[in-house]
């Protein structure tokens, strides 16, 4: 009766009639496969099943390591373990490296030790080996033979002493004299300056009076030669003040680059064109020499020369803008203006006023 239920149930299954077909039907496949297993027999079986089942998740399903721990924890776990694992053996290997370098030093120092334990037994022997009544006499004779030399010394600083007291006297005299030759150097360039100003109008006004005529032959000729049935040319010849064919020496370069440095160093770059356009003006000059070094070291023309502070330059090397400056006025022709002098304005003289210089 357990394994086949009610009656009702056998019949249904046993005996299904049209009647019961539907209520059959009607039932669940879960309800309908318990009343087929109960009517077979297989309910102990089920019994069996779900009595294993119980046992094996209350007994042992609970010890089972699967389920004690998370399957994603352990991965990151391992990989946290390997990183670390990394990291330890990366730490090794400078440690390693560290050790080796930290040995090498040791053994540098061992050997340090062992020279300087050389040193020392030398010094020591050498100390056995002194002769203290040789040493002691020595030393009384530097003692002596520096008193001597302390009395020569202050002999000697006491003659300093004069020297520079002569010298500051000497210096003194020397800056009235300065002053009163720059005076007359003053008043003598002054001179040389309105005669070669006079002469270079002289020069100018007969060029221009020679290109006239040359001009004013030209135009008579070229009227002649229309008139005789030739046709109008256009030619033009140069105007020889306009030529400049100066050839610069080996160091013209470093000397007109010192020369400006010394000159107009701290002027701008248009003021420095402007002094090395009078430099080359004099060059061309009739009134002057034709040469750069003869124009530079004319006496009382460009006091950088005179004081020397010129050649300190020239030996050092001027700086770069004054040699793109001086490149430009010897290579490059660049001629800014037709001035042969220069000074600091100070008022005293009329010209072009072009930075702290005026130019005429």
Same mark, same amino acid.
């Given at each position: 009766?357990?394994?086949?239920?009610?009656?009702?149930?056998?019949?249904?299954?046993?005996?299904?009639?049209?009647?019961?077909?539907?209520?059959?039907?009607?039932?669940?496949?879960?309800?309908?496969?318990?009343?087929?297993?109960?009517?077979?027999?297989?309910?102990?079986?089920?019994?069996?099943?779900?009595?294993?089942?119980?046992?094996?998740?209350?007994?042992?399903?609970?010890?089972?390591?699967?389920?004690?721990?998370?399957?994603?924890?352990?991965?990151?776990?391992?990989?946290?373990?390997?990183?670390?694992?990394?990291?330890?053996?990366?730490?090794?290997?400078?440690?390693?490296?560290?050790?080796?370098?930290?040995?090498?030093?040791?053994?540098?120092?061992?050997?340090?030790?062992?020279?300087?334990?050389?040193?020392?037994?030398?010094?020591?022997?050498?100390?056995?080996?002194?002769?203290?009544?040789?040493?002691?006499?020595?030393?009384?004779?530097?003692?002596?033979?520096?008193?001597?030399?302390?009395?020569?010394?202050?002999?000697?600083?006491?003659?300093?002493?004069?020297?520079?007291?002569?010298? +500051? *006297? #000497?210096?003194?005299? !020397?800056?009235?004299?300065?002053?009163?030759? %720059? &005076?007359?150097?003053? =008043?003598?360039? /002054? @001179?040389?300056?309105?005669?070669?100003?006079?002469?270079?109008?002289? +020069? *100018? #006004?007969?060029?221009? !009076?020679?290109?006239?005529?040359?001009?004013? %032959? &030209?135009?008579?000729? =070229?009227?002649? /030669? @229309?008139?005789?049935?030739?046709?109008?040319?256009?030619?033009?010849?140069?105007?020889?003040?306009?030529?400049?064919?100066?050839?610069?020496?080996?160091?013209?370069?470093?000397?007109?680059?010192?020369?400006?440095?010394?000159?107009?160093?701290?002027?701008?770059?248009?003021?420095?064109?402007?002094?090395?356009?009078?430099?080359?003006?004099?060059?061309?000059?009739?009134?002057?020499?034709?040469?750069?070094?003869?124009?530079?070291?004319?006496?009382?023309?460009?006091?950088?020369?005179?004081?020397?502070?010129?050649?300190?330059?020239?030996?050092?090397?001027?700086?770069?803008?004054?040699?793109?400056?001086?490149?430009?006025?010897?290579?490059?022709?660049?001629?800014?203006?037709?001035?042969?002098?220069?000074?600091?304005?100070?008022?005293?003289?009329?010209?072009?006023?072009?930075?702290?210089?005026?130019?005429?």
């Amino acid at each position: 009766k357990e394994a086949i239920g009610k009656e009702s149930d056998f019949d249904m299954i046993m005996c299904v009639t049209e009647s019961t077909l539907d209520e059959l039907i009607d039932k669940k496949e879960t309800e309908r496969g318990r009343l087929l297993s109960r009517w077979i027999g297989l309910l102990p079986i089920e019994l069996k099943d779900s009595i294993a089942r119980e046992r094996f998740n209350s007994e042992i399903k609970p010890r089972l390591l699967s389920n004690q721990f998370n399957e994603e924890t352990l991965r990151q776990e391992i990989s946290a373990y390997e990183a670390n694992i990394k990291n330890l053996k990366s730490e090794i290997k400078n440690l390693s490296k560290s050790n080796s370098a930290l040995e090498k030093e040791l053994e540098a120092l061992e050997k340090k030790r062992n020279t300087l334990l050389a040193s020392k037994r030398d010094i020591d022997d050498g100390l056995l080996k002194i002769d203290i009544a040789t040493l002691k006499a020595k030393i009384e004779r530097n003692i002596t033979d520096g008193k001597m030399k302390s009395g020569e010394l202050s002999k000697i600083e006491s003659e300093i002493s004069s020297i520079k007291d002569a010298e +500051a *006297k #000497a210096l003194e005299y !020397e800056k009235k004299v300065i002053l009163q030759q %720059q &005076a007359i150097n003053e =008043e003598q360039q /002054r @001179i040389e300056e309105s005669k070669v100003l006079e002469a270079e109008s002289i +020069a *100018k #006004a007969k060029r221009e !009076e020679a290109r006239r005529q040359r001009a004013i %032959q &030209a135009s008579i000729a =070229e009227s002649i /030669r @229309i008139a005789n049935g030739g046709n109008p040319e256009e030619t033009t010849a140069p105007y020889e003040d306009d030529l400049n064919d100066y050839k610069p020496e080996a160091n013209d370069l470093d000397m007109m680059a010192a020369i400006l440095e010394c000159e107009a160093g701290d002027q701008s770059y248009y003021g420095i064109l402007c002094v090395g356009a009078v430099i080359m003006n004099r060059i061309s000059s009739a009134s002057f020499p034709n040469t750069l070094t003869e124009v530079l070291y004319q006496p009382y023309q460009f006091s950088p020369v005179l004081s020397g502070r010129f050649a300190i330059v020239l030996a050092r090397g001027a700086n770069a803008e004054c040699y793109q400056a001086a490149r430009e006025v010897l290579n490059d022709g660049v001629n800014v203006g037709g001035w042969h002098f220069f000074r600091m304005n100070d008022g005293s003289r009329t010209g072009e006023v072009i930075g702290d210089h005026v130019f005429y």
